[in-house]
């Protein structure tokens, strides 16, 4: 098995097909991913992927809340803390940072790992700022951040009626 086999497909195959290699549904698939490519281009990258933008979501991030604390926790995979930047200002906790390729280029190589500059925005509501705490631990990201005491006063719990 050659190494360019194991390429799902390639952005320097042809999209016209010769008379030589006409198939219909490779027709159709190259169409398809060059229109998705066309769509993504318009997101206004940097040469970054879509998805180390942060605009579809990386890195994943799980908030959970308690009573008295609101906790954010990302997955960072292959990063270490020195990789991340974390920063809150206006009610925005921001995290940035850069994931760094592995590899210096040399030989032939196939990957679907994301490498680029990355950064996730999450708006907040009713927490202390000031008293944010960040951990980082086999690749999650931690911020802990405590709610403020009007945060947790304008909190009325409704009842749910059966009919």
Known sequence: MAFRDLIPWSRNQELAPTRDNFDPFLTLHREMNRLFDDVFRGFGGTGLSPLMEGR???PKVELSESDKTLTVSAELPGLTEKDVQ???ANGVLTVRGEKKAE????GRFFTE???GA???QIPLEGVEEDKAEASFNNGVLTV???KSEKAREGVKRIAINTH
Do not use: A, H, T
């Open 113 to 115: 790992r994301y490498y």
């Open 103 to 106: 590899r210096n280029g040399e």
């Open 144 to 146: 802990s951040l405590p």
């Open 86 to 88: 974390v920063e809150i």
């Open 56 to 58: 579809f979501g990386w």
């Open 118 to 120: 990355f950064e996730r």
